[in-house]
């Protein structure tokens, strides 16, 4: 696996492009020349987490017959303010869904994957408090 990242204007905005070519923008804050021109670099670790999560939980409940009409992820951070470097302490991901679904099936497929499977997680804990829940067809949200 290689990613390449590339410079793009005299601040700090990068393009970072996979062996694929697929491509996608960060910058920095302001408090260091960034232009708001793409994500952060830790905004991507969140993005790496829910993405990886999903594939696993949309995975499973597809092997089990499950009919999901419409999926969605937050994943929310919070990061150490009076540290360097500034870590993630707590991060909680939030999954929805809208269907005709098994509460159980979900249930399962959330927890082998925040677990078990997805390695971004596991890479995370080892510093972050990771929790996570989900939302089915709009009901109360159930923590796991």
Known sequence: MQ???QRQNEAVHLTAQNEEGHEVHLDGSDKIGGQNLGFRPMQMLLVALGSCASMDVLSILEK????????KVFVDGERDQDKVPSLFADIHVRFEFTGNLDVQKIERAIRLSMEKYCSVTKTLEETAYITSSFILNGHEEQRI
């Open 3 to 5: 990613i390449r990242i």
């Open 64 to 71: 089990q017959k499950q009919n999901i009409d419409d999926y």
